[in-house]
């Protein structure tokens, strides 16, 4: 289960990943985050729901890195992750990807406390 959406006067995307049951799941993600990018603009950020997604495995932590090097090539600015409390393989999964590809991820806990930190830096750029 995924989804995602675009905020486009935020400049924002939002994916939601819950429990992906196969690679092929993962490759939807991938397919359908590529649809959406060309919403949005260079220096766009993303908020990433992972409250409900469990680890796939070593290939599907590959198929992860392409969704987030798609993200990273289309002028990524700044990541939010959402994640529940204990989700340690999940976190380093996903932190790893991101690093190695070039942008960290800031964690919350919640969608509402991962847009008041990104609309708060938002604001903040613009004075």
Do not use: W
């Amino acid at each position: 289960m995924f989804s995602t959406s675009v905020d486009v006067n935020k400049n924002r995307l939002y994916i939601t990943i819950g429990f992906l049951q196969s690679h092929e799941e993962i490759h939807a993600l991938l397919a359908e985050v590529e649809a959406v990018l060309p919403r949005l603009s260079p220096g766009f950020s993303c908020v990433t729901d992972l409250r409900e997604y469990r680890r796939l495995g070593d290939s599907g932590e590959e198929l992860i890195f392409q969704v987030q090097k798609c993200l990273k090539d289309a002028g990524i600015s700044r990541a939010v992750r959402v994640e529940r409390r204990q989700a340690l393989p999940e976190h380093i999964q996903f932190e790893t990807g991101s690093l190695e590809i070039g942008y960290p991820a800031h964690l919350v806990r919640t969608r509402e406390e991962a847009d008041n930190f990104l609309d708060h830096l938002g604001s903040a750029a613009q004075r």
